[in-house]
């Protein structure tokens, strides 16, 4: 086949695979190939400069594609390039205004996807440090969900609009607010800080260096076990910074 490029839109991606369905019109005819979707192919796409940077590829992107024949004798697309994606493109803009949105949770190679519920769109699914991912069991049930990294489509992403976090997060939060002297373990002290565990809530959480902390590292007034008093001075669902009392 001649290096003609041909345009259509991915109908169906098998993420456990990496492959994709493009249907196309071909001499006013509607008609279906494949593809596949690795993230192989996209770094060869990058080294032969057709694309600047990997595609992660969803229902609904408008591509072109260039028709090969394998050495089976079955044609496939090559060379499939992203040009755009307006089903992508209306969630991002009502993501603006109402970022809350309906979807099915999938699990694929232990990662986690949600599928939202009329586009039928993939995201990629994050969880904090502290939250407690959900079970197989409840993923069929559809979840509510925001999106993330609106700005850059390439690594749009989504979260849970309700958290589950572990029991000890919210003791953590209840002793932030207010403003609570922690009892904490020393058990672990690096070149960026000291890390302990906090009492309650058995999180762990980190003391930053600065010249007074390495000071009483130095002077062994703070040391591996030994317990000491903390505040906690931030939190987010994945990070502690404490400060010492």
């Known amino acids: 086949m001649s290096e003609k490029y041909f345009r259509g839109k991915i109908t169906y991606i098998n993420n456990e695979k990496q492959k994709a369905t493009i249907e196309y019109i071909n001499q006013n005819k509607l008609k279906n190939i494949q593809a596949i979707i690795d993230e192989k192919q996209q770094q060869k796409y990058v080294q032969l400069k057709l694309i600047k940077k990997p595609h992660r590829f969803l229902v609904g992107d408008n591509v072109k594609f260039v028709i090969k024949k394998s ?23 009502k993501a603006k205004t109402i970022n809350k949105f309906l979807g099915y949770i999938k699990i694929v190679d232990e990662k ?26 409840t993923t069929e049930k559809p979840i509510s969900f925001k999106l993330l990294n609106l700005d850059k489509t390439d690594k749009i992403a989504a979260e849970l609009y309700n958290h589950n976090y572990v029991p000890g997060f919210k003791t953590a939060v209840k002793q932030f607010k207010n403003e609570e002297i922690v009892s904490a373990l020393v058990n672990k002290i690096t ?28 002077n062994k007034e703070i040391d591996l076990q030994q317990s000491i008093e903390v505040k906690i001075k931030h939190i987010t669902g994945d990070r502690i910074v404490i400060e010492m009392i």
């Open 112 to 137: 986690y996807f949600i599928k939202e519920i009329d586009s039928y769109l993939f995201f990629p699914l994050q969880f904090s440090r502290f939250e407690i991912k959900p079970e197989i069991t």
């Open 71 to 93: 050495s089976a004798n079955v044609f496939f697309a090559d060379h499939v390039l992203y040009e755009f994606n307006n089903s992508l493109e209306v969630l991002i803009e």
């Open 191 to 218: 070149p960026y800080g000291v890390f302990v565990i906090l009492s309650e809530s058995m999180l762990e959480a980190k003391l930053q260096l600065d010249d007074m902390i390495s000071n009483k590292i130095k």
